[in-house]
């Protein structure tokens, strides 16, 4: 884990090579964070980008709009008053991997406004080629400090890929190549549990996922290795609209 100032050491370094690597210039702007005294380079870039929080502290903050959340005292309902700064540039203190699932909604169930969240979405809460690109994005050019898989209960879509192990059904178009992708998770989950394994199979695919991500070289696994970033798992469940973390 690193301090602070490594933490924002290793984010330059890594979004520098980023940003190097895509030709792209760092057009970056916004407002200071407060707290306790730092270096004179970790103020800078502290200055550059106001969501250099450890992993931790985002955590604790999504932890906090969930328990908001769920007891209907969502502080978020001034949309108005951070647009302009929104305009000049986004600091998401998180990434989310959610599921397409109409019912669940990262920004609401964490009380997080526009700008504070890098969501990647897929019905399943799964990560391909796609969503660890835009997650390396956010991660190397954004700067998240944490990543969270975020499975929910009665999803559709591991149900389905279970109805497919189960009964060999067949199912239109695109959708097999979705099943596939849920395959391993949920294949260990009903021979752990067969009798009910929707659930234990919803829990292993966040974790699979999250595996994925730590995994991920070079961007999101270097990130992960020098303490900068966090990946986490956790489960939303439709009817309380809380959010259970997952242990590792
Ligand atoms: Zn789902």
Same mark, same amino acid.
């Given at each position: ?45 502290? #200055?550059?980008? *106001? ?13 906090? =709009?969930?328990?908001? /959340? ?20 986004? /600091? *998401? ?15 609401? #169930?964490?009380?997080?406004?526009? =700008? ?20 390396? /994005? =956010? ?5 998240? *400090? ?94 309380? =609209? ?5 242990? #590792?």
């Amino acid at each position: 884990m690193c301090d602070r100032d490594e933490c924002l050491e290793a984010r330059a370094s890594i979004s520098r090579r980023f940003l190097l690597a895509a030709g792209a210039g760092a057009a970056l702007a916004g407002a200071g964070l407060g707290g306790r005294p730092r270096s004179a380079r970790a103020d800078s870039l502290a #200055a550059v980008w *106001p969501n250099a929080i450890a992993p931790d502290e985002a955590l604790r903050r999504l932890v906090d =709009g969930n328990a908001r /959340y769920a007891v209907n005292t969502a502080r978020n309902k001034d949309l108005l008053a951070s647009r302009a700064a929104q305009a000049a540039g986004q /600091y *998401p203190i998180a990434g989310i991997v959610s599921c397409a699932d109409s019912r669940v909604v990262p920004e609401l #169930a964490f009380d997080q406004g526009p =700008g504070e969240l890098f969501v990647v979405r897929l019905a399943g809460n799964f990560v391909d080629d796609y969503g660890l690109a835009s997650l390396e /994005y =956010g991660v190397a050019s954004l700067g998240v *400090p944490l990543i969270v898989v975020l499975g929910h209960s009665s999803c559709g879509a591991i149900a389905a890929t279970l109805k497919v192990l189960k009964e060999n059904a067949v199912l239109p178009g695109q959708l097999p190549k979705l099943v596939d992708a849920l395959k391993p998770a949920v294949a260990a989950a009903q021979a752990r549990n067969p009798a009910d394994p929707l659930d234990e199979a919803i829990a292993e695919n966040v974790r699979v996922n999250v595996r994925r991500l730590q995994e991920a070289t070079p961007v999101v696994a270097e990130a992960v290795q020098s303490g900068r970033v966090k990946i986490v798992g956790g489960v939303y469940d439709i009817a309380s =609209g809380k959010v259970a973390m997952l242990q #590792a």
